[in-house]
């Protein structure tokens, strides 16, 4: 049966990608950041984000795979998105075609600074 948690920005299945297409797997997780491009990203962010994502994979390993596990891992990793944003390692992205600042109002440095 094919397991998902769905987040604003984090997409986890329990299938993997074969020509365009999800496939059920008991064995592998897909994971999709960012699905409707509301944050610019760097290599290295998205490589944190995938990284965090592999720490939290291994954290249940030897459990079962559930609904809730899988939503844990989504929602730890919205947190940590929120991070990236908040250190100034990833930005909004001003073109994407809904703005609503889901992670808060972004940080404005001043020019007097």
Not at 93 to 104: D, V
Request: hydrophobic share 35%; charged share 25%; proline share 2%.
């Amino acid at each position: 049966m094919l397991l998902k948690s769905t987040t604003r920005h984090i997409r986890i299945y329990t299938a993997e990608v074969q020509n365009s297409q999800l496939v059920e797997s008991n064995n592998v997780l897909t994971l999709d950041v960012d699905p409707d491009n509301e944050f610019n990203w760097s290599e290295d962010a998205l490589q944190k984000i995938y990284r965090k994502f592999d720490e939290f994979v291994e954290a249940y390993s030897g459990e079962d795979l559930t609904e809730y596990n899988l939503r844990r891992v989504g929602s730890d990793l919205e947190h940590y998105m929120r991070s990236l944003l908040q250190k100034g390692e990833i930005s909004y992205n001003l073109e994407c075609r809904a703005m609503n600042y889901s992670m808060g109002l972004p940080q404005v440095v001043s020019q007097d600074s």
